[in-house]
């Protein structure tokens, strides 16, 4: 069983959201896409990314084909609109299947792990690519979302676990360290949720973020379950029952002989 909670605020500094959450259930998959240069020329980016990556796995495309996908997509839609602006859009996103799931990232955004214990893990690294388009064209910035070969990781969840899928806003106010405490302060992902969103906006951020729990579903015993076993067999009982007269007679009569014989 999973629980989600999503955020997705512009923060203060800016009048339009930078990222875009994907909160889909029903396949099996969440995502944080953000897009850090925004121009009104490129609004489309993050949104664009979204819809593509969500269109795809529906398709049965796996989940990293999706995100070079998104790719792709951005960057035909920036040749069609001839933009020669940059924009640095950067992504994370999770497909779960029952325990296990699927990880892929590009650029900034960040995946972590909390355990039921209070240990935290870092799940992504930094793009092997953020670097190589620090400058260029609308094409060549937008080539660091897929490159054609997305990092990977499967996973498995144990009871308790918490997924947390974030953008770079939100690592670049709090440390793995002050966001453990966070989840180590409160129990419910609601008041969680809140609590990062609150210290992003502290510094006016985009606290763009996804909340995954897992929990093991313990089956459900109901009164029904029962009338389905086999009534309790008397036969085998009454006949013990009967015989035990005949037994203790001759115990009793086995008794007085020794005591005769005495």
């Known amino acids: ?28 998959l969440w995502a944080v896409v953000s897009d850090s240069e925004v121009r009104d020329d490129n609004l489309f980016a993050g949104d664009l990314a ?13 989940l ?19 933009s020669n602006h940059t924009s640095l859009i950067t992504a994370v996103a999770v497909q779960i299947h029952s325990s296990h799931y699927d990880l892929c990232w590009a650029g900034k955004s960040h995946a972590f792990l909390l355990g039921a214990g209070g240990e935290i893990s870092q799940l992504t690294g930094e793009s092997h690519v953020d670097d190589r388009f620090a400058q260029g064209d609308g094409k060549q910035f937008l080539e660091c979302m897929g490159a054609n070969r997305v990092p990977k990781l499967v996973g498995e969840f144990h009871d308790g676990d918490t997924l947390l899928l974030c953008s770079h806003d939100l690592t670049d106010v709090l440390s793995k360290e002050q966001i453990r405490d966070v989840f180590f302060t ?25 909340l995954l729990r897992y929990r093991e579903q313990t ?28 037994f203790l007679g ?6 007085l002989a020794i005591l005769f014989l005495i």
């Open 250 to 255: 001759l115990v009793a009569l086995s008794i």
């Open 186 to 210: 409160y129990d419910s992902l609601d008041i969680c949720s809140k609590a990062l969103s609150d210290k992003c906006l502290e510094t006016s951020r985009s606290p763009n973020h996804i």
């Open 1 to 28: 069983m999973l629980e989600s909670v999503s955020s997705c605020h512009q923060g203060k500094a800016s009048e339009v959201n930078k990222a875009g959450v994907l909160d889909a259930p029903d396949i099996g």
């Open 50 to 62: 979204i819809k593509t990556i969500e269109r795809q796995v529906s398709q049965g495309d796996k």
């Open 219 to 246: 089956p459900e015993i109901k009164a029904s379950d029962f009338k389905h076993r086999r009534p309790f067999d008397q036969s085998k009982y009454s006949e013990n029952v009967n015989a035990r007269p005949l």
């Open 64 to 82: 990293e084909d999706a995100v070079v996908a998104a790719d792709k997509a951005i960057q035909l839609a920036v040749d069609q609109e001839q």
